[in-house]
């Protein structure tokens, strides 16, 4: 079995090394990194460039401007049989990719994804809460996910098969992995497994925690709840046709 963690970077230089010296060691020769980077104005390409290992494909000079449509471009130029997320600035523990390979090695063809547990860190690598999961509420449920998302991608892992209905992301959704999470669960299977497998940094400028108005949250779970009734009937027949 073969796996691509794909990152998306955006000046992310203070914490890059760490996170990828917690990484590489994890990879096989199977496997690859892919980072797309969006515009960064810091060292953060020359810093994963330093790294000189060939399982890293650097994909510099986007202009994005977005991390859901740089996370995009990284999955797509990813090749393994399973993908799993990883932010620029986390660190991750030595169980995380050996867990990730003995479940997808349990289950059969189709659509699978592994949600997996983590403490959350601060800047200093403190840690603030023991669990992700309980911080969120995480779980399961179409319905509870849309009212308020517990999917984050940097816990996700899953099968190749979910390409064929996830891409292209369509635009106007909140982030990429609750659009992952929730196509998940409506056309393969997803199991949350409390077993802590990264530290999760949130700082200050961590996107997943800032704070949007009442009208913007409403306005993404109705574009998100659409979107996902458009892609359901666009592709009942066709899910498993090749992209």
């Not at 932010?87 to 390979?101: H, I, M, S």
């Not at 592994?114 to 023991?130: A, C, K, N, R």
């Not at 925690?209 to 892609?231: D, S």
Request: net charge neutral; charged share 25%.
């Amino acid at each position: 079995m073969s796996l691509s963690v794909c990152m998306a970077t955006y000046n992310g230089e203070r914490y890059i090394a760490e996170q990828l010296t917690s990484i590489l060691p994890q990879l096989d020769g199977r496997d690859e990194l892919v980072v797309s980077d969006d515009s960064s104005t810091d060292a953060t390409v020359a810093i994963i460039e330093r790294f000189h290992d060939p399982r890293v494909k650097i994909l510099p000079g986007n202009t994005f401007l977005n991390p859901i449509y740089n996370i995009e471009n990284a999955i797509r130029q990813s090749d393994g049989e399973v993908i799993v997320l990883s932010d620029q600035d986390d660190v991750w523990l030595e169980n995380k990719l050996d867990l990730v390979r003995r479940w997808f090695s349990s289950k059969g063809a189709g659509i699978n994804t592994l949600v997996l547990d983590g403490s959350i860190i601060d800047e200093q690598g403190h840690v603030i809460e023991d669990s992700i999961f309980a911080d969120l509420g995480s779980g399961r449920g179409i319905l509870r996910n849309l009212y308020r998302n517990t999917y984050m991608g940097c816990c996700m892992a899953f099968s190749r098969q979910l390409l064929r209905v996830a891409l292209p992301f369509p635009r106007h959704i909140p982030m990429h992995d609750s659009w992952l999470g929730l196509l998940s669960e409506l056309y393969g299977t997803v199991e949350f497994v409390r077993e802590k497998t990264i530290l999760y940094r949130r700082h200050s400028l961590n996107r997943s925690f800032r704070r949007f108005t009442v009208g913007q949250q409403i306005g993404w779970r109705f574009f998100l709840a659409c979107h996902l009734l458009k892609r359901t009937f666009s592709r009942p027949s066709g899910l498993f046709a090749k992209q």
